[in-house]
């Protein structure tokens, strides 16, 4: 069964450090999403991407935050200047249905990389 | 603002005995209602989506249901591998995730 892999498992870094995070979504998905969840915390969503473009992001999506789709494979979430307030799981997730303006069907997640920052 | 409350926050169950799990959202112009599973150190695992009040949907011992202001997550005769954080969450704009019930089933 097809599914989205996300590589590292977990990431130790330090503070001020960029990160990558690596997703690979399902194959024939073409919507695609990162959420991170704080420990103990609820899932929250971070940003959609379809068509090479930004679809929506929440708040927390800020500057420090930029995504790309730099192969017909791989998705990425780059975090520059890391602050310990950073330290979360993140998830990567991926749907089939185009954002027809209707809605986005359901959403298939990675096992996540856990990202601790020191 | 968009909102999920998910109770109860925590639920322990005797192995066959059925519940369930209630998620009451406000949201503007609801897209679509998710249930998922998360098990500890992973990823929310797809489980239903609902798009209509009273829609239903089945699967083994989950059913869900959806009203225009909450759903419910019925669990019958839940055995010890049904254990599990259940999550909802709502697609208006952005997917909007409730804080989840931890369902703890004892043998």
């Known amino acids: 069964e097809p599914e989205v892999t996300q590589t590292p498992s977990h990431q130790v870094t330090q503070m001020g450090q960029e990160v990558i995070l690596r997703c690979v979504p399902i194959?024939?998905?073409?919507?695609f999403y990162w959420y991170r969840q704080i420990l103990g915390q609820k899932v929250e969503f971070l940003v959609s991407f379809y068509n090479n473009e930004i679809s929506e992001k929440s708040e927390i999506f800020d500057d420090q935050f930029s995504v790309e789709r730099p192969d017909g494979s791989n998705f990425t979430l780059k975090i520059r200047s890391t602050k310990l307030e950073d330290s979360a799981m993140y998830f990567c997730?991926?749907?089939?249905?185009?954002?027809?303006?209707?809605?986005?069907?359901?959403?298939?997640f990675g096992p996540g990389t856990r990202l601790t920052v020191l | 603002e968009d909102q999920v409350t998910q109770s109860p926050e925590a639920l322990r169950l005797q192995e066959g005995e059925s519940s369930s799990l209630n998620c009451s959202y406000t949201v503007s112009g609801l897209r679509g209602l998710f249930w998922y599973r998360q098990d500890p150190g992973k990823g929310p695992e797809f489980l239903f989506t609902?798009?209509?009040a009273g829609e239903e949907k089945e699967k083994e011992r989950l059913k869900a249901t959806l009203t225009k202001k909450e759903s419910f997550l019925h669990i019958t005769a839940p055995k010890p591998e049904d254990s599990a954080t259940y999550l909802c969450?709502?697609?208006?704009?952005?997917?909007?995730f409730g804080t989840g019930t931890k369902l703890q089933v004892i043998p």
């Open positions: 969450a709502v697609h208006p704009r952005e997917v909007t």
């Open positions: 609902l798009y209509s």
């Open positions: 997730a991926s749907s089939e249905a185009l954002p027809s303006g209707s809605f986005t069907d359901t959403q298939y």
């Open positions: 194959s024939n998905h073409l919507y």
